[in-house]
């Protein structure tokens, strides 16, 4: 990188040249370094504020708001730690979630909602919690090509344990030297029905920790589908 730093990927033998979509399916540190610098951090934070990743709003409750996105957009290795999920960088399990979700659902936005409304001892409905009238955060077309790489993520990348027998899966690993394991992912991929993300603290490894999880979940998921 610019300035002499230095930064490996957990592939000591390197991945050789390969495409974007081979290095998101890997997990290639370097790859997304590249693209990071590419970008260049004021589109980065630009990009990250248009997917609603900044903001701490959840319908239904009141949340502290935090700083979600902390990195110098004119160093390097600020931009360097941004693109590969390391220091600087502070999204919630729900956060994630929810960007999951505005891909699966074709790049509309996505507010959490956690509660629908509110009843009185009567029963009778006192106030409700609507959802947000949904815009678009990415093309279709943008949203389309996504889903199709974290399909691949999951067939043949680090996501296989993320495999859920008789459906199709789709999802991305995660590991953080300093907070630990992730998974997040949707399914079924053709009819997108859950967004599901998994977050271990001080985990080891997203393909060996966290997205094992996720399998458990949607299989449990599946299963209760077809009791209905």
């Known amino acids: ?15 050789g ?12 540190n370097s790859v997304f370094i590249e693209n990071g610098l590419k970008l260049g ?30 990195f110098n957009s004119a160093i390097p290795g600020d931009i360097a730690n941004i693109s590969m999920g390391e220091n600087g960088i502070r999204l919630s399990p729900v956060t994630v979630a929810k960007l999951v979700s505005e891909v699966a659902n ?3 936005a996505v507010v959490p909602r956690v509660v629908m409304g509110i009843r009185d001892e009567q029963g009778q409905i006192i106030k409700k919690f609507a959802p947000d ?25 680090t996501g296989k344990t993320a495999q ?3 459906i199709s899966t789709a999802g ?8 630990g394991a992730w998974f997040a992912g949707f399914a079924p991929f ?13 985990g080891n490894s997203g393909a060996g920790d966290a997205a094992p999880v996720f399998q458990k979940i949607v299989s449990r998921l599946v299963n209760l589908e077809e009791l209905k």
Request: hydrophobic share 35%; with cysteine; aromatic share 6%.
């Open 172 to 179: 991305k690993t995660g590991s953080s030297e300093t907070e």
């Open 133 to 157: 009238t949904q815009t678009r955060v990415i093309s279709s077309a943008t949203a389309e090509e996504l889903k199709k790489m974290l399909k691949d993520a999951v067939r043949d990348g």
């Open 17 to 28: 040249d390969i495409s974007f979509t081979e290095g998101l399916a890997h997990s290639c």
């Open 190 to 202: 053709d009819q997108p029905r859950w967004a599901v993300v998994v977050f271990i603290h001080k």
């Open 41 to 70: 951090g004021a589109l980065i934070q630009e990009y990250a504020n248009q997917l609603g990743l900044l903001e701490n709003r959840i319908i239904g409750i009141s949340v502290p708001q935090v700083n979600r996105l902390s």
């Open 106 to 108: 074709g790049g509309l």
């Open 1 to 15: 990188m610019p300035g002499g730093h230095e930064a490996s990927c957990w592939f000591d033998e390197g991945h």
């Open 164 to 166: 859920v027998l008789g």
